[in-house]
Nanobody, 121 residues
Framework: QVQLVESGGGLVQPGGSLRLSCAASGFTFSNYGMSWYRQAPGKERELVATIPSTAANTNYAESVKGRFAMSRDNAKNMVYLQMNSLKPEDTAVYFC??????????????WGQGTQVTVSS
């Protein structure tokens, strides 16, 4: 019943842009913090950006700060990740993630299936 469905991934050249979307259903969206994670082959899963349920400050990984912008629309149960000035190092599977509690101490966790982003000439 709970679903997080990512879309918008694909192949893009360095310097290009992509916008990822995550559609949430089956839970009370506004009570959950939302995050984007990514994982490249052979690397640890990395937190890219997060917005708490309180709609406090959006936090970004240093590697994407100034290039990526995360947003959430509680009225539509949607999360977005605008990615600009993409680099080959951004190549990864990007996951939508919902949590109740805090990002460091979640009480409940839901994961999307992931969407592939490939940045290559």
């Amino acid at each position: 019943q709970v679903q997080l469905v990512e879309s918008g991934g694909g192949l893009v050249q360095p310097g290009g842009s992509l916008r990822l979307s995550c559609a949430a259903s089956g839970f009370t969206f506004s009570n959950y913090g939302m995050s984007w994670y990514r994982q490249a082959p052979g690397k640890e899963r990395e937190l890219v950006a997060t917005i708490p349920s309180t709609a406090a400050n959006t936090n970004y990984a240093e590697s994407v700060k100034g290039r990526f912008a995360m947003s959430r629309d509680n009225a539509k149960n949607m999360v977005y990740l605008q990615m600009n000035s993409l680099k080959p190092e951004d190549t990864a599977v990007y996951f939508c993630y919902a949590y109740r509690g805090t990002i460091m101490r979640p009480l409940t966790m839901y994961w999307g299936q992931g969407t592939q982003v490939t940045v290559s000439s």
